[in-house]
């Protein structure tokens, strides 16, 4: 909390839940990122193009950002080993297929859509979130 930045956070709450909504009513679809880019790994004849889009624009947002003379936090991995960081990854992509969406798809698109599964999917991520925070940091000691 020591950079917290409510106006700037909430201007970033509003353009993701705009963007959401603008990508339900132009294409009908759920901005589930790891839908979106779970499609590309195994294609479907005239589905790919829209994901590489939206796949590449979330890579290019923060390279235009920094091109416009913004400049990114500095970006940090409290993990000792790179196989500790892989291993958080294939748990997380386990979980989203477990799941069935990620935290975007469930947290921010189900949740203002009041869809019972994606309230159940959120607090199941926020509960595991807050239990993996309490036991690293204070049952572990790290």
Known sequence: ??????????????LIGLSAVLFMLLNGRIAGISGIAGGLIVPVAGDWP???AFVLGL??????????GGQLPA?????????????????????????????SGHGVCGV??????????????????FATVYVIRHVMGG
């Open 50 to 52: 829209w994901r590489l």
């Open 59 to 68: 890579v290019a947002g923060p390279l235009v950002y920094m091109a416009l």
């Open 112 to 129: 203002s859509r009041l869809s019972v599964r994606s309230l159940v999917a959120t607090a199941a991520f926020m509960f595991t979130g």
């Open 75 to 103: 970006i940090q991995f409290p993990v000792s080993s790179p196989l500790g960081l892989i291993a958080a990854g294939l748990i997380v992509g386990f979980g989203t297929r477990l799941g069935g969406g990620c935290t």
């Open 1 to 14: 909390m020591e950079n917290f930045t409510p106006i700037s956070s909430l201007i970033g709450g509003g």
